[in-house]
């Protein structure tokens, strides 16, 4: 089954870190560029942080820049986001979303259910 | 990184034709062919209708339709339908290897 399963979200202090985990399965996962894309409750759609199939090329949104770290293991077929420095406003379900293409056609066509990360002392 | 411009309702009649605008810049939509639309139904994940501006992905349906027109793109959907009911966001490229999203529009079937 062609599917995105994401890992790791939950409860952080503001100010501290987490890690979120997507995995693949049922495509040939380095094949094709991966991003990030939150969703806080009951509001639109962000992108986050994109990578593509070789890990060559990477970009972050003005909003996480210098605090988000976007990598991939295509052994594992894992996609990753280190998220430091965390703020109440990063608190959104994050979902990990497969590109068209491997190095960026930025169309989303494959997503997992995503993982909630709330922020809050 | 402004969020692209949509309106935040449309509604029709079943079997009418809406049509959902998106407007950037010269930064996102002006200077790539790269803008893709979802669709949201509530308490799921976002599902893409169009990308590469005009194309649709294998199973979506024809009724659905779009077009780019130099800072805008536009979602077209004919026919409107009771399960058309959710929220469309478009997308484009944005240059140095970032993406951004539109404010979304909810569309509503009368």
């Known amino acids: 089954e062609v599917q995105l399963v994401e890992s790791g979200g939950g409860l952080v202090q503001p100010g501290r870190s987490v890690r979120l985990s997507c995995s693949g399965s049922?495509?040939?996962?380095?094949?094709?560029?991966m991003h990030w894309v939150r969703q806080a409750p009951g509001k639109g759609l962000e992108w986050v942080s994109g990578?593509?199939?070789?890990?060559?090329?990477?970009g972050y949104a003005d909003s996480v820049r210098d605090r988000f770290t976007i990598s991939r293991d295509n052994a594992r077929n894992s996609l990753f986001l280190q998220m430091d420095n965390l703020r109440p406003d990063d608190m959104a379900f994050y979902y990990c979303?497969?590109?068209?293409?491997?190095?960026?056609?930025?169309?989303?066509?494959?997503w997992g259910q995503g993982t909630l990360v709330t922020v809050s002392s | 990184q402004s969020a692209l411009t949509q309106p935040a309702s449309v509604s029709g009649s079943p079997g009418q034709s809406i049509t959902i605008s998106c407007t950037g810049t010269?930064?996102?939509?002006?200077?790539?062919?790269?803008v893709s639309w979802y669709q949201q139904h509530p308490d799921k994940t976002p599902k893409l209708i169009i990308y590469?501006?005009?194309k649709r992905p294998s199973g979506i349906s024809p009724r659905f339709s779009a077009s780019n027109s130099g800072t805008a793109a536009s979602l077209t959907i004919s026919g409107l339908q009771a399960e058309d009911e959710a929220d469309y966001y478009c997308?484009?490229?944005?240059?140095?290897?970032?993406?951004?999203f539109g404010t979304g529009t909810k569309v509503t079937v009368l």
């Open positions: 979303a497969k590109d068209r293409g491997p190095f960026g056609d930025y169309a989303f066509d494959l």
């Open positions: 049922g495509f040939t996962f380095e094949n094709f560029a």
């Open positions: 990578i593509s199939g070789s890990s060559a090329t990477i």
């Open positions: 010269k930064s996102d939509i002006g200077s790539y062919n790269l």
């Open positions: 590469e501006g005009t």
């Open positions: 997308s484009s490229y944005s240059g140095r290897n970032t993406a951004i």
